[in-house]
T-cell receptor, first 116, second 110 residues
Framework: GAVVSQHPSRVICKSGTSVKIECRSLDFQATTMFWYRQFPKQSLMLMATSNEGSKATYEQGVEKDKFLINHASLTLSTLTVTSAHPEDSSFYIC????????????FGPGTRLTVT | QKEVEQNSGPLSVPEGAIASLNCTYSDRGSQSFFWYRQYSGKSPELIMSIYSNGDKEDGRFTAQLNKASQYVSLLIRDSQPSDSATYLCAVNQAGTALIFGKGTTLSVSS
């Protein structure tokens, strides 16, 4: 149980285009999902907190107009990187909290974004 | 600024030895404490969670928590080459985002 999926696992896009990443909780309802970004040899940095049915809360320094987050249902959150640039190339990881077990988070497998 | 500090390593131990990983955190309001293992290019994998002071054992892994000292540790007994990875310490309050340390790289030599 407690499986989180992400799609796609890898994506390569051209500079200036947009990319959408999906995060799904497969066997539980997630009232809250988090989006993290990890650059090579660095730790995970929180980008934003996504709550079902409300606007995402972004961390300081994260551009909300560039990283669009939609949490339309209790099992799906999406992150859209708009007008991607090479510096956006990173490993994007989502996590979700089971609303019945708020003490633990479950991570998706991550999405490797490369912007050329 | 809530922070989690870890020695970056690398920590090198021979196969069969005990590996000891340490972590300190700044937020006294933290309620939950986790150790994740991360292989290169992969998502973190939960190894241990601990919520109260003392020790918690699971197989070859033992987590220790001392809230007064704001200190969390992970012991790996009988270390195996497959344990070679980056170990991330993370803390949070229930229902909030995890705050991660920078990770300690463990290398187990056969």
């Amino acid at each position: 149980g407690a499986v989180v999926s992400q799609h796609p696992s890898r994506v390569i896009c051209k500079s200036g285009t947009s990319v959408k990443i999906e995060c799904r909780s497969l066997d539980f309802q997630a009232t809250t999902m988090f989006w993290y970004r990890q650059f090579p040899k660095q730790s995970l940095m929180l980008m934003a907190t996504s709550n079902e049915g409300s606007k995402a809360t972004y961390e300081q320094g994260v551009e909300k107009d560039k990283f669009l987050i939609n949490h339309a249902s209790l099992t799906l959150s999406t992150l859209t990187v708009t007008s991607a640039h090479p510096e956006d190339s990173s490993f994007y990881i989502c996590s979700a909290i089971d609303r019945g077990r708020i003490y633990e988070q479950y991570f998706g497998p991550g999405t490797r974004l490369t912007v050329t | 600024q809530k922070e989690v500090e870890q020695n970056s390593g690398p920590l090198s131990v021979p196969e069969g030895a005990i590996a000891s990983l340490n972590c300190t955190y700044s937020d006294r309001g933290s309620q939950s404490f986790f150790w994740y293992r991360q292989y290169s290019g992969k998502s973190p994998e939960l190894i241990m969670s601990i919520y109260s002071n003392g020790d918690k054992e699971d197989g070859r892994f033992t987590a220790q928590l001392n809230k007064a000292s704001q200190y969390v540790s992970l012991l790996i007994r009988d270390s195996q080459p497959s344990d070679s990875a980056t170990y991330l310490c993370a803390v949070n309050q229930a229902g909030t985002a995890l705050i991660f340390g920078k990770g300690t790289t463990l290398s187990v030599s056969s």
